[in-house]
């Protein structure tokens, strides 16, 4: 029933036919026959389940909801009355036969393909329909083949890695011989097991979960005692048939819950039992376990299930346009029929002789009634000719861009972290013009903003304080040659860690005298933890659930107190040199809830309970009272640690009676044995025993900001986004690292302190700080203020000064407790209309269900985008709820990357992925839509002009090939290579100009506003378009005097390659950044035009195509109208586009403008210095001049100036400088009145993006 491995990396585990306990009468229980030897495949199946994601299909027998799931070892027959889940897998979506029918079927549930759909069919309509269907089939053909083919290529992955799943070979042990089988034969594979023995002693097996949480370090799993053991004696498993009860099949990949009842005892199962589909099995030869759940019902398969779609602002409001189309559409087809009707009544019936109405309309009993109905018809012919309007190449024009942002991003060597050979990767291809919005960012502390690297940095031990740097006089004492602090030496521990670094030799002294506080304090840093240890060539390492846990342990050890290995039943010790070893009772583990953990061991037949946790959590089970002297030391030093930045733990420990053990063992024995709220009779059995403690002290651990940080949120504030820090640790430690990375300003009026314990009181400081904020009253220096709110009737004091003289902007500081009342759906509002009116909020103690709903808060009532940050699994939540997450890659493994939109190595390179990725984004993303709406409109809107000429009968002016290949060949590739490759500004400049984010915050780049001005200019284009060649060519005569091009498809073709022309130099002036690869695209594509024309036209033989147009491109080649009306068009369709911008890049120019003319001068004159940026933001017209050049202050200018007038140096530079354009010079005097105030340059932006 078992087999053995000598690959490292397997996994052996007892094949069970997983069965799903439903409420069945019958007390049903699961079994297992067969054991099986599972190769390591966890890179190929996640790999497989991150890139092909499938939500579970419910199973049709699950009628009623799984509650509870019961097996038994070696039953399979039993078993099999159960339909559990198989292993076989498939994530694939279809096949050769579904793959068609369902595709199709995904494809026009979007609305646009759909609707292209209906007007496929009406254009079969002869009656209705003046176009051939292929205008609408091609386009329609080639965006379904398109997206067809990108799912088939996605789909065949999916297979092939299905089959590289199922057809492994697995080792399975039937009848005591081990038989090969195919996995997707067998009823094991990589699945959830329940841990009975291992190669190791003791039953511990070492797992590297990286697959599933992306945390590299080493986890220990252990096996209960009385099964491992069995050992790798297939008898003994054979014989195995053990009873297992536990919970349904769930996603929570932390927790297990359930009960082994075998040889009438019955056992405890949680998670340290059990290994979980896609971890790896590391320096454990084999393993023997009976499966716990398969297929689907694995908790990593049970992970890859719903993933919210997310969709950016621009998105809906694309939506909003489109059906704003829609009814423009219905409209202008309405006025059509109307005036068809019109027509008809009064013109139309005297030409029945020609066009006979019984040929395709049913004759009426009135000619009312016939009118009516060709009115009727016309109304549906006309939604077919004006379809254009709402372009079918838009969606894919869109995503081929989004998807060269994404790759952008993906390359960018400056995003790439070199020390962990990262780069950034954008894992969605939909948001990327929504970092370029971003107005709120809520960001971790730990891992996000610091380095998650702990060091153990200052400590407090029976009301003394160790680590602080000595005074300068007792620096002297202890200065090397080089005149640094000597650390203390370790050299005589052959145990210690060369990294660890201390100063104070006054601890290393107290330890060796072995004063019993200080004992004590080392011997629960050595004991009270969950690290494994490992011995590497001579040298002890350890593996730690979190860097904190490895700091303390490190620190233990380097002072001599050393541990050195544990087994399920013992913890062994090194203390100064002296080898002990003590009995392990009970591990209370730590939660978020509880923020503890504790050991309970035994030596000496003496009981031990020893606590390390946040201090608002131990000091309240502690026996001292707060006015106790070690108590009130102890927390002015963590004030004094948390007031450094460092993060702080308090420990503890106490002595329990041999009676009191046994009987609280036995409860707790008991309440682990419960299917139901397990954890919560676990946590309040927990909380018995960990009350009445003594106070050992504190500890201090320092973790550094990240580099580059400060300037990161600096910049980032700069440009108008508000920074929330969401974080776990203290309020002064949260206070001190945001000063520390600038988010905290001395410039602020006030920084304001929520920490009311109650509703009423949080609600008191609330009202006070709204008070204080509309009063405009603030802190003079910047300090910390708290709302005091004694009684509800009290006035609302301030602690601080009141000043505003040159102070800008409020913080706010909220409490993890003070917050939980400030979520409360009364309040909500309230904390969220005065943390809106702040720059900055830190939120300390929080939970990470907190941290979502601070997410959601601002989401749900803040028309704003928001972004989220982190590194942790604490961090998921928070990062899934906001528009965006990013997630950091560090020490916290990779849970949050995995559920990220994208991912960075460091917090810094926030500053490039959102003011210049985003930006430019953003930015190309509304240029190719202010582009794209408006060569639809003219092109389509010349239909309703040519209306009024050939009696409102929905005939087209242009030839059909033309419609079909308008969008997707003539023009599509120059507004894409705008929407890939255009730039405004430099990368440079958008750092250095952080101000320039803020119009992609107030959607100025594309709104209502822009979107009508190039409808408009379609409007008026398509007039033009028509008018000039219909004026131009009617009633000509060639010079021999005889009439030339007057026919219908001479204008057809001038209208529609003066559409080309216009549309291209259009697009043409509008980039900003040209590229070879543009300069392909554009001229490629209008080449490409007077290719296929002259091919069309003139080429093809005329029995191919049997169209009226034959020769016509030749005959206009040669018409000097033709040129000449064409570049009537392109003139004044230009120009009015041309006065427009210029007009405002002159008379109000934006920031990005001034950036642009500073650029460009720059390129042309390499030798001019910098402009500051101070002159940029300020100068309201670029063709202004300043009358004087007098200051209104006496110390004005930089410092040098008057060296450089003694020198004669700046009237030299003054005679170069007249030589310079006027923009320079302006540019240059402009910059004594300087005032960067984002808000100056907000203001500045508001022109129309033109």
Not at 1195 to 1207: A, C, D, L, R, V
Request: charged residues 20%; hydrophobic residues 40%; contains cysteine.
């Amino acid at each position: 029933m078992a087999s053995s491995s000598n690959d490292p990396s397997t996994v052996v585990g007892m094949d069970v036919q997983n069965v799903t306990s439903k409420i069945n009468p019958r007390n049903g229980r699961l079994t297992t026959r067969d054991v099986c030897f599972m190769p390591n495949t966890a890179a190929v199946i996640s790999k497989m389940l991150k890139k092909f994601k499938k939500k579970r299909k419910p199973n049709p027998q699950d009628n009623v909801s799984e509650v509870e799931r019961r097996l038994r070892a070696n039953d399979r027959d039993y078993n099999e009355q159960f339909d559990y889940a198989r292993n076989f897998i498939r994530t694939s979506k279809y096949n050769l036969f579904t793959f068609l029918p369902k595709n199709l079927f995904e494809q026009f549930q979007r609305l646009a393909n759909f609707y292209f759909l209906i007007l496929m069919i009406l254009q079969l309509i002869p009656q209705i329909s003046s176009l051939t269907s292929l205008t609408t089939i091609l386009p329609l053909v080639a965006v379904l083949s398109l997206t067809a083919a990108k799912d088939a290529f996605d789909d065949l992955q999916r297979h092939r890695s299905d089959n590289q799943v199922n057809n492994r070979k697995s080792q399975v042990v039937r009848g005591g011989q081990v038989v090969e089988e195919k996995w997707q034969n067998v009823r094991v594979g990589d699945a959830d097991l329940l841990l009975l023995s291992t190669s190791e002693p003791h039953g511990l097996c070492y797992i590297e979960t990286a697959e599933l949480d992306g945390e590299t370090n080493l986890k220990a799993k252990q096996a209960l005692p009385e099964t491992a053991a069995m050992g790798d004696d297939l008898i003994q498993i054979s014989n195995f048939d053990g009873d297992i009860q536990c919970e349904a099949p769930n996603n929570c990949l932390s927790s297990f819950q359930g009960r082994l009842i075998w040889k009438e005892k019955t056992y405890s199962l949680d998670n340290e039992k059990m290994l979980l589909r896609g971890c790896v099995l590391r320096n454990t030869k084999w393993c023997f376990g009976v499966v716990i759940f398969a297929g689907r019902d694995t908790k990593l398969m049970m992970n890859s299930g719903k993933t919210f779609f997310k969709r950016t602002s621009l998105d809906r409001f694309l939506n909003v346009l489109i059906i704003g189309i829609v009814l423009f559409l219905l409209s202008m087809c309405m006025i059509s029929a109307v005036l068809c009707g019109t027509w008809e009544w009064t013109t139309g019936k005297n030409f029945q002789a020609f066009l006979p109405w019984d040929s395709f309309v049913e004759q009426h009993s009135t000619t009312t009634a016939t009118v009516v109905f060709i009115a009727f018809l016309v109304f549906f012919s006309y939604a077919i000719l004006l379809n254009t309007v709402v372009p079918i190449s838009l969606y894919v024009s869109v995503e081929i861009i989004r998807v060269c942002h994404s790759w952008w991003i993906n390359w960018d060597e400056n995003l790439y972290y070199a020390p962990m050979d990262t780069a950034a990767k954008s894992r969605t291809t939909t948001l990327n013009e929504e970092l370029g919005q971003i107005q709120y960012i809520f960001s971790d502390k730990t891992g996000t903003l610091t380095q998650n690297i702990m060091t153990f940095n200052k400590c407090s031990i029976n009301g003394v304080l160790y680590g602080d740097m000595p005074e300068q006089v007792e620096q002297d004492k202890v200065r090397g040659k080089g005149g640094a602090p000597r650390p203390i030496s370790f050299s005589d521990n052959k145990w210690a860690d060369d990294k660890f670094v201390f100063y104070d030799h006054k601890l290393l002294k107290h330890t060796k005298q072995r004063l019993a506080a200080v004992d004590q304090y080392w011997r629960c840093l050595s004991l009270c933890h969950t690290v494994m240890s490992e011995m590497k060539t001579n040298r002890l390492e350890y593996q730690a659930q979190s860097p904190d846990e490895a700091a303390l342990t490190i620190a233990a050890r380097c002072f001599g107190y050393v541990f050195l290995s544990r087994t399920p039943r013992s913890i062994s010790v090194e203390v100064m040199g002296v080898e002990e070893e003590y009995e392990l009772l009970w591990i209370l583990d730590f939660n978020n809830v509880r923020k503890r953990m504790s050991v309970i061991v035994k030596k000496n037949n003496k009981i031990q309970l020893y606590c390390k946790g946040a201090d608002t959590v131990i000091l309240r089970r502690i026996t001292a009272s707060p006015t106790d002297h070690l108590y009130s030391t102890t927390q002015a030093h963590l004030d004094k640690f948390a007031s450094d930045g460092l993060r702080t733990l308090c420990l503890a420990y106490k002595e329990i009676s041999l009676d009191y053990y046994e009987q609280w063992q036995k409860r707790c024995h008991e309440a682990s044995l419960s299917l139901e709220n397990r954890q919560d009779k676990m946590d309040a059995i927990y909380d018995e025993i960990e009350t009445g403690m003594t106070l050992l002290g504190a500890t201090a651990i320092e973790d550094k900001l990240q580099d580059g940080v400060p300037e990161t949120i600096a910049n980032l504030i700069a440009a108008n986004i508000k920074i929330w820090v969401l974080t776990g640790d203290k309020q002064e430690t949260a206070i001190n690292i945001g000063y520390s990375c600038r988010l905290l300003t001395v410039n602020l009026k006030e920084v304001f302190v929520v920490d009311g314990s109650k509703i009423d009181d949080v609600r008191f400081q609330l009202e006070c700080i709204e008070q204080q904020i509309c009063l405009g009253n603030g802190n003079g220096n910047g300090d910390p203020i708290v709302v005091l709110a004694n009684d509800s009737n009290s006035s609302c004091n301030v602690v601080g000064h009141t000043s505003v003289d040159r102070l800008d902007g409020y913080a706010l500081v909220v409490n993890g407790h003070s917050l939980v009342h400030a979520l409360q759906p009364t309040l909500e509002l309230q904390f969220l209309k005065v943390a809106t009116a702040c720059k900055a909020v830190i939120c300390c103690r929080v939970t990470p269900l907190q941290k979502a709903l601070v997410v959601s808060l601002v989401k749900r009532n803040q028309k704003a985008v928001t972004l989220a940050v982190g590194d942790g699994a604490n961090d998921v939540s928070m990062i899934k709820t906001a528009h965006i997450g990013v997630g950091i890659s560090g020490q916290e493994g990779m849970q949050a990357v995995l559920a990220s939109d994208f991912s960075i190595a460091q917090f810094r390179y926030l500053e490039r992925l959102l003011l210049v990725h985003g930006r430019w984004s953003y930015y190309r993303m509304c240029k190719f839509l202010q582009y794209f709406f408006y060569k639809n409109f003219a092109f389509t809107l010349a239909h309703f002009w040519f209306a009024f000429f050939c009696g409102y009968s929905a005939q087209t002016i242009y030839d059909p090939l033309f419609i079909a290949c308008y969008n997707l060949f003539f023009t599509a590739l120059p507004v894409i290579g705008v929407g890939v490759f255009d730039q405004d500004v430099s990368d440079k400049n958008s750092l250095r100009y952080p101000e320039l984010y803020i119009p992609g915050q107030q959607n100025l780049y594309f709104n209502m506003r822009i979107f009508t001005y190039s409808v408009l200019r379609g409007f008026f284009s398509s007039g033009v378009l028509f008018f000039i060649p219909y004026a131009a060519l009617s009633e000509n005569v060639d010079f021999g005097g005889k009439s030339s091009a007057q026919s219908m498809q001479a204008l057809s073709f001038t209208i529609f390659t003066a559409l080309i022309v216009t549309v291209t130099a259009q697009i043409a002036l509008d980039t900003a950044y040209w590229t070879l690869i543009n300069h392909i695209f554009v001229w490629g594509s209008l080449a490409f035009y007077f290719f296929v024309a002259l091919v069309y036209y003139e080429l093809l033989p005329f029995d191919v195509l049997h169209h009226n147009g034959y020769g016509t491109a030749m005959e206009m080649f040669v018409y000097p109208n033709f040129w000449l009306s064409i570049l009537l068009i392109v003139v004044l369709l230009m120009l009015p586009h041309i006065s427009v911008r210029f007009f405002w890049v002159d008379v109000f120019p934006s920031l990005s403008d001034r950036i642009r003319v500073k650029q460009n001068l720059r390129r042309l004159q390499g030798r001019l210095s910098e402009v500051p940026l101070q002159s940029l933001t300020t100068a309201s017209s670029l063709r202004r001049r300043r009358a004087s050049t007098r200051s209104s202050y006496a110390f004005s200018h930089h410092p040098g100036f008057g060296e450089m007038i003694t020198k004669g140096l700046n009237m030299r530079q003054w005679k170069n400088e007249l030589k310079l354009s006027t923009v320079i010079e302006t540019l240059r005097r402009s910059s004594s009145s300087i005032n960067r105030d984002p808000s100056t340059t907000c203001s500045n932006d508001q022109q129309p993006n033109l």
